[in-house]
């Protein structure tokens, strides 16, 4: 069986499987990843996917907020693994602590203490 799904005006997703529970759980990944968010810094809409690598070829998966005086990254993980399935890093990886504006971080920002609009300039993040 097969489905497609709109999970927002520019995103259809599709998904296909032998049984409804499989299918559920690949929509469900499918969902989670790539159904844009609003940012939570600066609540804009407009939201792109961006995968970045570093110089030791690690990949870097986000959705990044395309107001030009944001740029905030909202972080996917990568479970290792069969299926290799993405997921938000919604927790702050040293201390376990939950992210504060629904995950979403300025590059270059400590993740605790994200002072978004307090007038400094946020670096670029680069690959």
Request: aromatic content about 8%; hydrophobic content about 30%.
């Amino acid at each position: 069986m097969k489905i497609q799904f709109k999970a927002a005006p520019s995103v259809i997703l599709e998904a296909e499987a032998k049984t409804p529970a499989e299918l559920f759980d690949q929509l469900a990944a499918l969902c989670e990843a790539f159904t844009p968010k609003p940012c939570g810094l600066c609540n804009s809409t407009s939201i792109t996917f961006v995968t970045r690598t570093d110089a030791e070829n690690n990949k870097y998966r986000m959705h990044v907020c395309k107001n030009p005086s944001c740029g905030a990254e909202w972080r996917l993980g990568l479970r290792r693994g069969e299926g290799q399935i993405l997921f938000p890093q919604l927790r702050d990886p040293k201390t376990n602590a939950v992210k504060p504006h629904g995950g979403w971080v300025i590059f270059g920002e400590p993740e605790q203490g994200n002072n978004h609009g307090n007038g400094h300039s946020h670096g670029s993040p680069g690959a």
